[in-house]
């Protein structure tokens, strides 16, 4: 690998090279509250406690700890409960102030138990801390807006699990903006300092509301498919088969993965800007997400230890205006900007 060092994208003002190993990971305040989170985090949708053998799934943890990876993102609904078993054994050695541990409730459980009534977010809570063997999380988020419960319930009954002890701070994902304002005025509850969006190059909903909204009001977002399930990274080529045991050939894991040929022909384009940065697609997707102050952190999932070693590189990689246009020009007409899924 070549010394060159990178002429456009720089990591914490210092000149760098590909071949650079992750020195240090850079951390951001996660919105009013007191907790300093990654850049880059690691997250447990569709492949911890599921997709993922045990054996690689513990090496892609003990890796995040490595490169500096704090922040630990999971749900109830992962695979019935099995990601948050997985993590509870995985974690319990390792001190509890060494990671900032996130979970959420919402949707239908193996059981049938779904929503954000009173009833199932103490049910919920309680039953997360113990498959994830500790006493609170700290940070609990509702994975959508529950329509069927008064907001009014579902805010005091988290504000009582917060002044309990069991979680720390509150947050949410994919609210309506309205939803999120109405929560914030309620009186005497506690309020959220975080949103976990979709969020990439190729879905740019949140700049409309719900980032300006956020941060008017101390919430940070935490943003998930940052690399849009894998396509950002390039490995997807229009015209081709996927590659083998990619993530778009296994049931279990292709959610959301229905791009056309024309939106995987203008991801290509990015490959000689990434090339001509020494960067990889997937930080340079990273970057650019990482380029919003209001986001405290990108969600990666990763089924290899040197996927995260490799995301983990993305952080404090910075874009000037010049990669920032080149970028939007290359992916125009591919950008979609939906709103919130609640």
């Known amino acids: 690998m070549s010394d060159t060092t990178i002429p456009i994208a720089f990591n914490r003002g210092m000149s760098r090279t590909l071949a650079d190993s992750v020195e240090a990971m850079d951390y951001r305040q996660l919105g009013s509250s007191d907790l300093r989170i990654s850049e880059i985090s690691l997250g447990s949708w569709l492949t911890y406690g599921g997709a993922i053998e045990t054996a690689t799934a513990e090496a892609c943890v003990a890796k995040a700890f490595d490169v500096g990876i704090n922040f630990i993102d999971t749900a109830n609904v992962y695979s019935g409960g099995r990601a948050e078993e997985f993590l509870g054994r995985v974690l319990a050695d390792r001190p509890r102030d060494s990671y900032v541990l996130a979970t959420k409730l919402y949707f239908q459980m193996p059981n049938g138990d779904r929503g954000l009534s009173r009833e199932q977010v103490f049910k919920q809570i309680d039953a997360s801390l ?142 000689p800007i990434a090339d001509g940065l020494r960067i990889t697609m997937a930080q340079l997707a990273l970057a650019w997400v990482l380029r919003e102050p209001n986001v405290a952190s990108a969600i990666t999932g990763a089924s290899r230890p040197e996927q995260v070693e490799h995301n ?14 080149a970028v939007d020009d290359a992916l125009d007409g591919a950008v979609a900007y939906e709103g919130a899924a609640s």
């Not at 979680?167 to 959220?192: C, M, N, T, Y």
């Not at 983990?312 to 246009?325: K, P």
């Open 130 to 271: 113990a498959r994830l063997r500790t006493d609170h999380v700290d940070l609990y988020q509702c994975h959508r807006f529950d329509w069927d419960t008064p907001l009014e319930e579902t805010m005091e009954a988290l504000t009582e699990v917060v002044r309990q002890g069991k979680a720390r701070h509150l947050g949410f994902s994919e609210w309506p903006p309205d939803k999120i304002q109405e929560a914030l005025d309620l009186p005497g509850v506690e309020k959220f300092v975080s949103s976990q969006p979709q969020y990439s190059l190729l879905w740019r909903g949140p700049e409309r509301e719900v980032i300006p909204l956020s941060a008017r009001n101390g919430i940070s977002q935490i943003v998930w498919s940052p690399l849009a399930q894998g396509v950002l990274t390039g490995k997807y080529e229009p015209g081709k088969r996927p590659p083998a045991e990619s993530r778009m050939t296994n049931e279990r894991m292709n959610y959301f993965m229905d791009h056309d040929d024309s939106v995987l022909e203008r991801v290509q384009r990015l490959r």
């Open 312 to 325: 983990a590189a993305a952080s404090g990689i910075t874009l000037d205006e010049e990669t920032l246009r």
